[in-house]
């Protein structure tokens, strides 16, 4: 296995850190988009995001489309709600669920593109 190059070089390059320091995350927002990242690190609710990005569908819609049970469709639902990933409406006894925000389709697409480069 090929070993990742190393540097080797003893001095910092202080010009360079001081312009990217203010640029970087604080720790709260980087533990924040972390936490976002994450939730696409399981395919059972990329594919969710996947089928809400094309319709909005209710949890019985989903369960049915992905093979999964109700309440575990239900249970992956909470997680991406709670963290804005998706929007329900209701509709007499029916819930609907879609995609917060074109954002979501955005990350959706790019990491799309780059998995397929």
Do not use: W
């Not at 690190?41 to 999964?68: K, N, P, S, Y």
Request: charged share 25%; proline share 2%; with cysteine.
């Amino acid at each position: 296995m090929a070993r990742l190059p190393v540097c080797e070089c003893e001095s910092v390059h202080q010009d360079i850190v001081d312009a990217v320091k203010p640029q970087l995350l604080g720790d709260a927002e980087a533990i924040d988009l972390a936490s976002v990242f994450k939730l696409f690190g399981d395919g059972t609710r990329v594919r969710i995001l996947q089928a809400l990005r094309v319709h909005e569908l209710c949890v019985c819609d989903l369960a049915c489309l992905l093979g999964l049970t109700k309440s575990a469709i239900s249970h992956q639902l909470k997680a991406l709600r709670l963290s804005n990933l998706v929007k329900f409406r209701r509709e007499a006894q029916n819930v609907f669920y879609s995609l917060a925000d074109e954002h979501v389709e955005a990350i959706l697409d790019i990491g799309l593109e780059h998995l397929r480069e």
